[in-house]
Every structure is written in C-alpha cells, then in structure tokens.
C-alpha cells in the first residue's frame, strides 16, 4: 500500500517548491518595507520631540505629543517649509494676522511677537536654511510684546 507522499510526482514537488520560494520573498520585502517604515518614523518622532522641547524652552505650552507632530509634519516641516519665504506662504500668514473681517473690511492689526515663534521654530527645526529669511521677514513686522489682557 502506498501513500499519497509516495505517489507524489517531482512536478508537483516543484511547484510547491516555487510557490513556497515566493511566499517566503514576498515575506521578506514585507518585512524590509516595515523595518524602514519604523526607522523612518522614529527618526520623525525624534525630530518632532526636539520641535517640541524648542517649544518648552521659548516658554510655549502644547498639549500634541511628538508622534501627533510627527505625524503632521513628518521630516520634512511639512506646509511649514513648503518655501516658506515666498509671496503667497507670507500673504497666508499676514492673512492670519488680520482682524478676520472679510473683503474691504479686513485690516491689518498689531499682534503679540509671541504668535510668529511657534512658525519660526517650525522653520529651524526642519528647514534650518529658511530659517534666517524668514526671521528677517519676522523682525520687518509692527509686532507688539503683550496684547495686555
């Protein structure tokens, strides 16, 4: 009497063979793709921590932890270093500084210094070569110390 692994041909032998081959491929490239992910996000969190303890140091509270920032700014700076020193990236800002009204009744206002610092730490934490246009475009505007609340 024979069994089925007696009676099994080299062809079939061959084939389970090659499909196992690709399996244990596709696992590997799987694997590799997870370990650079997870470097990569750790070299990101690492670079949202240090953003984050620039914020600590300039007094400045913030309730994100470093993979929330990670996350939105990944280890680039994100929208904040989208060449942050061209017209459009500074009318958005100015924009932002304005008293919200819309059309003819916007106006510019004077804001706290402090409201530019978080930006300005975006910038030399990720993209340290903006950094020094963009403090210059910073230090141009009317800004006041205090809103005196």
């Known amino acids: ?11 079939e032998r061959s084939i389970i063979s090659i499909v196992a081959i690709v399996v244990l491929v596709a696992l ?36 994100f932890t ?10 680039d700076g994100g929208a904040a270093c989208a060449d942050p020193n061209a017209a459009l990236s500074r009318a958005t800002l100015l924009a932002g500084l304005s008293n919200g009204a819309g059309g003819p009744g916007q106006r510019p206002t004077l804001v706290e210094s402090r409201l ?10 990720y993209c340290p070569e903006e950094a020094e246009e963009f403090q210059d475009f910073v230090d141009s505007l ?8």
């Open 1 to 11: 009497m024979s069994t089925h692994e007696e009676t099994q041909h080299p062809r």
């Open 116 to 125: 530019l610092q978080g930006q300005l730490l975006i910038i030399q934490t």
């Open 28 to 63: 590997a490239v799987i694997a590799t793709i997870t370990f650079v992910g997870a470097r990569q996000q750790a070299r990101d969190v690492d670079k949202a921590q240090e953003l984050l303890d620039s914020f600590a140091d300039a007094g400045i509270s913030t309730p």
């Open 66 to 75: 470093a993979e929330q920032v990670a996350r939105v700014l990944g280890d």
């Open 142 to 149: 009317n800004t006041v110390e205090s809103a005196g609340r």
